[in-house]
């Protein structure tokens, strides 16, 4: 009880603090001014809402959430790729 | 702006000031409720009730449950859509010829190393995802769209020659999808086949034995429920979702020198 | 009845395998004759189920054993049993007319979209579930985008997909937002259950018990989202557009399905959604008359808008999609009168429509072949006297004054069907729009009598007779059904059935839930 | 007790990471350009996201009011912990490159430049 | 509920925010389909289109439950007896609108699958991505 | 205790408003489908908030895995900028 | 053998990933995940290893793998703190430039961790490798150095010790 206690009450505090760097990470995107600029923030982005996601899934007490996390790392991983390739290659079967 | 966009605008802008209003007003319920529907209810109640079990569809995962058992009709014409789609892609790129030796470089040494160690991760974590998606969240949709990204990856980042070098040819994905759909379809009439033969009734998509149609799925593997038909569900559309999206992909991503002759020869007759 | 649920099912994996034999299989009369079989048994399936449902009976199939609003169930009543039997019988005959008339490298591609256009047509007309509908209705049109741009090299044909893609997508998308919010407020996916609780928002049903919402509001909205959608299906008024787009750009045995696949679907949905689900006595009874209304007001918009634009055009197949606009526009304004004598005239329309469509792209495609797809080129049926004989049947149909053709009966119903709640402006449109078509027809007649176009030579021109049993086959069916409607009482009697089916709830309800 | 020593060792790692995830966000907003931005970035994702993924593990193993889908939490966490170390710095690296070949983001300020006269390849 | 009113207020308020947030999106994107010319973006337009009215849905099956945060529609263990159902059915979120979005969402995988390969056809034909606007055609 | 998931769904919502009107305006395609990541993320995170695990794993490959591959496939062979 | 033992080797690193991932408790997951791995190791042993592993390989490997954390960790604990007192400090002071960092290691699983433990301590990144002359382009936000020995000493010498060990 002590430590469902605990963990609860720490992961309230420290989530207001996630969800700052996220704006902060979203002012990036927005503000760009290129295309690298942006896809890094979304990258920033991704890798650091999918352990928010991991985070989140102790604070709601629903274990089974916590695959939601890798999945997005992954894909944020594969969407940095298609525009590394789009950036360098002529075509993108290349 | 002008008129046309206005008029677009204007109707736009009235249907969401219903769609607000209606939501507003109460037609959906009352926003956040704290009942939930009823049908709701009994599709909670009956995923895994071993008490009413023709009722049941002995999965813990309701929404794999429903997904491939209570509606399992939407989810096979769901994934006849994609069926519909992939080949529609590959009829819309007739007579394209896949060549080796166009040459790819891909992307750096640092890149294609990493991927080259994620490759059998990425595998593993979509199969189990599949095999375990009437237990955890997910199922044969999501394992299988994790392998079909882990492929289109592959092909952007060693390039396209490497992918079909290796032996992913266009044909051969197209294969493996037939495989998985035609695994789909016979699992979904297993029973009835089965309930013609053995002289018993049996519906179309059955899984769980029923009022009047006695016939069942095997439930349980060693110390877990298996669902029934809902394990063989999740593999087969596991395979034909991988297959077939990757299929696509290679396809639309075909390099343009590829597409050019078949593009040149006519074949249009009205 | 297994048989009802496993047509869709059927022709589903019919064109599951096609592409995994094609591997197999190079020779493309393998597939040919294939799909044929699997259209022809699909066919006499559908009319297993027809004769099943006549004397307004109503046959349930319940997919995986489960009770109605727990699992989807196939309702199929005498209204979408006639019109799934016509699509079979439509669909057939395209596959037949389509062994002699595409040519391709690759023709099993073509036939797997033949078999899950009708997969998805008959899913559409069989279902009972409103979100299964929406699946069969991407199904069905994911295949219409499919084959509208089969003639890849054509760039029209690619510009006419893509255009009837993007506004197809956001129509069936709105259609899906209702289905969202008919979830939301009644809480169930099931028609009659749906249909029983707009009548009595009290009731309490097993497994999906009492309405969650003020249904009052989510009605009207669900009712306007998928009233959009069924009109652009059915190519009325301000939707009509994608029509004369998308048609003709099609391979011909394709644009001759369009109107009874398609145009019939979106048809149906109005008849179902508008009549049995939110029909009279519901909720919203004031506002549904209303729409009612105004879906009367398109469908006479459109008739007239049809038939005007019909006179202007120079391409044949232009001109057959034209008279459809018409034609569904006459249908709408039967079905909008909100009467069961409304709804029978309707499907009259539709099916004598569909026929005679059929029947006019058939023919035309053999000119097609020869000459192309000018108005000029009609002259070459003179050279093949059933086709040509054909042709003007199909036309005289269309125009309706001849009381041996079942579109004179279809457009009379209509007549009186208007008559009957009293829109005497409607049946002075229909009058006007008949007149202006009718100036079209002749003017067709007069291009099939005169022109001499210059042919070119085809190796399809050889032989005549796959087109020639199609166009008889289609011709006796028209004549047939022409003189049946009024001669035999049981066809006469099944028409009206399916009129009452679509009115009557009552029966549709007590056959799913057991109330 | 144990329970408790890997509770708060976990809750410590969190922190840590929430910490790194506004440095990292903070750093993306005041650098000067994209290479110097890559750094910051990276910061956010092993920092921001691997610590608190072992943190979360660490945790999960500790709160056994979660129950047995517990060991679940806490081996997807680890997974994927290591998962993204692999990830990040791919796609940092990718990226780098990508823009520096096309040239779509400004080198400038740099003090050097080894890659200058090589085009990029 | 057993709980400050004006804290039920709040969450009430946020979640019409989330849910008409949703609802302005959908005007958006489908001002972006009919009015841009470019195919590429409308076809953006319209794979977020069809992404909001899914999230719609899964707006429509969420619930409250009172004293703590309502649990995924997954049971996490065999249950032993009925009651422990009885709970579950009474802390779960809707699972049926998470079906049909599921089947929706694939669905509009494959449309826009398909959109794609139509418009690199329409490129290699016009050389262009802009909608042409030919004979009163209004799709625009 | 249910005030802080759901304040971070309003603020994903919130975001994703404004990253679809951005993907909206941009004239740069390549720059849309960036937003329009953004927006899907958004989305990812308010599945995730409302307790939909599954659509969260069948949202993401496809709308941050497929869609924008497929999108920018889209873009390399045609053209990046709406003129 | 050595053919027979590659496949183990992958399959071991196949099937000990998916019981982490999955926290398999139960005999399904456990004997699942055996056909699963056996299947997903035979489908990707020829993309992942080239040449065939010696059973001498993986214990010398488990070593130095765990030295290897131990060496990254400190690395990044110093590096993180430096990057976090460069982001919050008032004025940001950087000397950002493009060295050349040559390296040694044969194998591309070397070079890549190289590589990888350059860009995953903030403050250096990779930005370009030439595998013919072997030589990383790494981009520094506080470089020191412009020299490639001296570079190399700085960012990724002790890196390299270890990676020269593991992947040869």
């Not at chain 3, 189920?49 to 349930?60: F, K, N, P, Y």
């Not at chain 3, 027809?441 to 085809?458: C, F, G, H, I, Q």
């Not at chain 4, 956010?44 to 691997?50: D, E, H, K, L, T």
Request: charged share 15%; net charge neutral.
């Amino acid at each position: 009880m002590v430590i469902e206690a605990l963990v609860t009450s720490v992961l309230t505090v420290l989530i207001p603090i996630y969800v700052v760097s996220f704006l902060l990470y979203v002012v990036r995107v927005v503000k760009g001014p290129t295309i690298p600029d942006r896809v890094l923030a979304i990258d920033s982005l991704g890798y650091d809402l999918a352990a928010f996601m991991v985070v989140l899934s102790i604070l709601l007490k629903s274990p089974l959430m916590v695959v939601s996390g890798l999945a997005l790392a992954l894909w944020v991983y594969a969407f940095d790729i298609y525009i590394a390739k789009y950036l360098e290659a002529k075509e993108m079967g290349e | 702006m002008n008129l046309r966009e206005a008029v677009i605008a204007v109707s736009i802008a009235l249907m969401i000031a219903l769609l607000a209003y209606t939501i507003g007003a109460g037609g959906l319920g009352p926003i956040a409720p704290s009942r939930l529907r009823d049908l709701a209810v009994s599709y909670l109640i009956n995923t895994y009730n071993p008490w009413n079990i023709t009722k049941s569809a002995l999965s813990l995962e309701a929404v794999t449950a429903i997904v491939w058992d209570y509606r399992g009709l939407d989810t096979f014409f769901e994934t006849s859509v994609l069926f519909v789609s992939i080949v529609g892609v590959a009829l819309v790129f007739r007579g394209y010829r896949e060549k080796l030796g166009l040459g790819g470089k891909g992307l750096s040494e640092i890149v294609k190393t990493s991927t080259k160690v994620l490759t059998p991760l990425i595998l593993i974590a979509g199969i189990s995802i599949a095999i375990h998606g009437h237990l955890t969240p997910g199922g044969g949709f999501q394992g299988g769209s994790f392998i079909a990204v882990l492929l289109v990856l592959m092909s952007v980042v060693f390039s396209l020659d490497f992918v079909i070098g290796s032996g992913l040819t266009s044909s051969k994905l197209l294969m493996l999808r037939s495989i998985g759909l035609v695994g789909v379809l016979s699992t979904s009439v297993a029973l009835v086949v089965l309930g013609i033969v053995l002289g018993t009734h049996a519906y179309i998509f059955q899984n769980i034995a029923r009022e009047g149609s006695p016939l069942s799925m095997p439930t349980w593997l060693l110390d877990r429920p298996t669902g029934g038909t809902l394990l063989f569900f999740n593999l087969f559309e596991a395979l034909a979702v991988a297959a077939g999206l990757s299929l696509a992909f290679l396809v639309l991503s075909l390099r343009e020198s590829e597409v050019e002759e078949a593009l040149g020869e006519s074949e249009w007759y009205e | 009845m297994l048989l009802a649920g496993l047509l869709p099912l059927f022709l589903m994996g019919a064109a599951f395998l096609l592409p995994g034999l094609s591997l197999v299989i190079k020779n493309s009369k393998f597939f040919r004759v294939y799909s044929l079989a699997v259209c022809t048994v699909g066919f006499f399936m559908a009319l297993a189920v027809a004769l099943e449902t006549s004397r307004g009976r109503v046959v349930t199939y319940w997919f995986g054993g489960f009770r109605p609003p727990l699992g989807i169930v196939y309702t199929i009543d005498s209204l979408s049993s006639s019109l799934a039997l016509l699509s079979m019988f439509i669909l057939t005959m395209s596959t037949l007319y389509s062994t002699w008339m595409v040519r391709s490298r690759s023709e099993y591609l073509y036939y797997t979209f033949m078999l899950s256009l009708g997969a998805g047509s008959v899913g559409c007309l069989y279902t009972g579930d409103i979100f299964n509908f929406f699946v069969m209705l991407e199904v069905l049109s994911l295949s219409a985008y499919v084959l509208v741009s089969f003639y890849r090299d054509n760039p029209k044909a690619i510009e006419a997909s893509i255009r009837y893609a993007i506004v197809g997508i956001v129509a069936t998308s709105l259609y899906l937002l209702a289905a969202f919010i008919v979830y939301g407020s009644y809480g169930t996916l099931n028609m009659a259950d749906i249909a029983m609780k707009s009548r009595h928002p009290d009731a309490v049903v097993a497994y999906s018990g009492k309405i969650f919402g003020d249904i009052a509001f989510s009605t009207a909205i669900a009712i306007a989202l998928s009233a959009w959608t069924f009109t652009f299906k059915a190519a009325i008024f301000p939707n009509h557009f994608w029509l004369p787009d998308a048609n003709p750009e099609a391979p011909t045995p394709v644009s001759a399905l369009f109107v009874a696949v398609i145009d019939l679907v979106g048809a149906y949905g109005v008849m179902r959604f508008l009549h049995t689900l939110f029909g009279a006595g519901s909720v919203i009874e004031a506002l549904r008359h209303d729409i009612l209304l105004l879906l009367h007001v398109l469908g006479a918009v459109s008739a007239l808008v049809g038939a005007l634009l019909l006179l202007v055009q120079t391409d044949i197949k232009k001109f057959i999609a034209y008279s459809t606009i018409s034609h569904m526009g006459l249908a709408f304004m039967a079905i909008t009168t909100g009467t069961e004598r409304g709804v029978s005239a309707a499907v009259l329309q539709l099916i004598s429509n569909s026929l005679s469509e059929a029947l006019l792209f058939y023919a035309a495609g053999i000119a097609i072949v020869a000459a192309g797809r000018s108005l000029d080129s009609l002259g070459v049926l003179r050279r093949n006297k059933l086709a040509s004989t054909a042709f003007i049947v199909g036309l005289l149909n269309l125009f309706g004054i001849v009381p041996l053709l079942v579109g004179f009966w279809s457009k009379l119903f209509i007549f009186m069907a208007v008559l009957e709640v009293g829109y005497l402006a409607s049946a002075v449109v229909l009058v006007v729009s008949t007149g202006i078509s009718g100036i079209g027809y002749v003017r067709l007649m007069n291009y099939l009598a005169r022109s001499t176009p210059k042919t070119r030579e085809d190796s399809r021109l050889r032989s005549y007779w796959v087109p020639n049993v199609v166009i008889a086959i289609t011709t006796l069916a028209l004549v047939i059904l022409g003189v049946a409607v009024i001669a035999v009482p049981e066809v006469s009697k099944a028409i009206a059935d399916a009129g009452r089916a679509a009115v009557d709830y009552v029966s549709y309800v007590r056959a799913v839930i057991g109330v | 007790m144990i329970d408790l020593v890997l509770v708060v060792a976990g809750l410590v790692l969190i922190s840590i990471g929430v910490f790194y995830d506004f440095v990292g966000a903070i750093g993306l907003l005041r650098l000067p350009n994209f290479y110097t931005r890559l750094h910051a970035a990276t910061a956010g994702a092993i920092g921001g996201a691997v610590v608190p993924m072992i943190g979360t593990a660490l945790v999960a193993l500790g709160a056994d009011y979660l129950g047995p889908p517990r060991f679940f939490l806490a081996g997807a966490a680890f997974a994927s912990s290591i998962l993204l170390m692999v990830l990040a710095q791919a796609g940092s690296h990718a990226i780098a490159r990508a823009a520096y070949i096309s040239g779509e983001a400004p080198r400038e300020p740099i003090l050097h430049d080894a890659l200058k006269d090589r085009g990029g390849e | 509920m057993g709980r400050v009113s004006g804290m039920s207020d709040l969450v009430i308020t946020l979640y019409t925010i989330v849910v008409l947030s949703l609802v302005v999106n959908i005007g958006i994107s489908l001002y972006g389909v009919f009015t841009r010319p470019s195919l590429v973006k409308k076809f953006i337009c319209l794979t977020i289109f069809s992404d909001t009215l899914n999230s719609f849905a899964i707006a429509i099956g969420f619930r409250r439950v009172s004293d703590t945060y309502p649990s995924i529609a997954v049971l996490s263990s065999v249950p032993e007896e009925l009651s422990e159902l009885a709970t579950f059915a009474e802390t779960a979120v809707d699972p049926v609108p998470q079906a049909l979005v599921l089947t929706a969402i694939v669905i509009g995988l494959a449309v826009y699958m398909f959109l794609v390969g139509l418009i690199v056809m329409y490129y290699r034909h016009y050389k262009t991505t802009h909608v042409r606007v030919v004979e009163g055609g209004s799709v625009g | 205790m249910e005030v802080v998931p759901i304040s971070i769904a309003a603020i994903a919502a919130l975001l994703s408003v404004v990253a679809t009107y951005l993907a909206v305006r941009s004239r740069d395609m390549l720059a849309a489908v960036v937003f329009s990541a953004v927006q899907s993320t958004a989305y990812a995170l308010i599945y995730y908030v409302l307790m939909a695990p599954d659509i969260v794993l069948v949202y993401i490959p496809v709308s941050v895995g497929i869609l924008p591959a497929v999108a920018v496939l889209l873009i390399k062979k045609t053209e990046r900028y709406e003129s | 053998m050595g053919r027979v033992f590659s496949y183990l080797a992958v399959f071991s690193m196949i099937y000990s990933f998916y019981v982490v991932f999955t926290g398999a408790t139960s005999a399904f997951s456990l004997v699942l995940g055996v056909i699963a791995s056996a299947v997903a190791s035979v489908v990707v042993k020829p993309v992942l290893i080239s040449r065939d592993l010696k059973v001498s390989d993986a214990i010398r490997l488990f070593y130095l793998v765990a030295y290897y954390f131990y060496y990254m960790l400190v690395a990044e604990v110093k590096a993180h703190i430096g990057i976090a007192r460069i982001v919050l400090s008032r004025k940001i002071k950087i000397s950002p430039a493009i060295v050349e960092v040559p390296y040694y290691v044969g194998t591309s699983y070397g070079m890549t961790l190289i590589a990888g433990s350059i860009t995953n301590t903030p403050g250096t990144v990779v930005v370009q490798v030439d595998t013919k002359r072997k030589v990383f382009f790494v981009h520094w936000l506080t470089a020191t150095t412009y020299e490639p020995v001296k570079a190399r000493e700085e960012i990724s010498a002790e890196f390299e010790r270890y990676a020269q060990k593991i992947f040869g």
